[in-house]
């Protein structure tokens, strides 16, 4: 069975500061990695994933991640936040076996606030 | 390009009364279909998913019910409302069986009274 943990439900960084949102993960075969982005009162924004190519995936809005097998992590981050970062954020597994649907297992997320 | 919609954005009902929420998608065909709740303070539960028409896989046990009449059309129902069925309810739709959902609606959030 796969899971994922995110460390700190609320994280707040000043503006231009570094983001750093932490995610382990469980799982029993190489995984595929993702972060969403959910703003209030809408759905989620696919920010970056990791499907077993290069360890270091980019995203939209400056986010970046890096796959770390022997520390079974997938943390995100941004060199400089920006007021518009303040959002929730998601990191979520998969069994990259096909045949099926993918399905996802979701960290129970993590709140980010950013400061003036 | 890819769009999906949800509706309604927001629905208040009583207790036993039955459910209806529709989400779409245009500009591509056949895609994987996903119903995701989020209660407060936790992360997203799959519900169910559909890699096809009529074909609707369940993951947990519930006072719920999908279905999808058309390849781009996915339906969540119940007959009986539960307060328990509070939540925010998300479609979301993937292109392959491999990348996970890539494209969320904007929510449904639902109010049992």
């Known amino acids: 069975a796969q899971s994922v943990t995110q460390l700190g439900s609320h994280v707040s960084v000043s503006e231009g500061a570094l983001v750093l949102l932490r995610c382990n993960y469980s799982s029993s075969v190489p995984p595929y990695l993702f972060w969403y982005v959910q703003y209030p009162n809408q759905g989620l924004q696919l920010l970056l994933k990791?499907?077993?190519?290069?360890?270091l995936v980019k995203g939209i809005n400056g986010f970046e991640a890096e796959f770390k097998k022997s520390e079974t992590s997938f943390h995100l981050t941004k060199p400089s936040a920006h007021m518009s970062d303040a959002a929730e954020y998601f990191c979520a597994v998969s069994d990259p076996g096909g045949g099926t649907a993918s399905k996802l297992t979701f960290g129970t997320g993590t709140r980010l606030q950013v400061t003036l | 390009s890819q769009t999906i919609h949800q509706w309604p954005a927001t629905l208040v009902q009583p207790v036993g009364s039955p459910l209806s929420l529709e989400c779409t998608v245009e500009?591509?065909?056949?895609?994987?279909l996903y119903w995701y709740r989020q209660a407060a303070g936790r992360g997203l539960q799959l519900l169910f998913y559909?890699?096809?028409?009529?074909?609707i896989s369940s993951e947990v046990p519930q006072n719920l019910s999908a279905s999808r009449p058309q390849d781009r059309q996915f339906i969540l129902s119940s007959k009986k409302l539960l307060l328990s069925d509070s939540g925010f309810y998300l479609c979301?739709?993937?292109?392959?069986?491999?990348?996970?959902?890539?494209?969320f609606g904007d929510g449904t959030r639902l109010s049992i009274l």
């Open positions: 500009g591509t065909s056949n895609p994987n």
């Open positions: 979301a739709w993937s292109a392959d069986s491999y990348s996970g959902p890539q494209h």
């Open positions: 559909s890699v096809g028409i009529g074909q």
């Open positions: 990791y499907t077993s190519a290069a360890t």
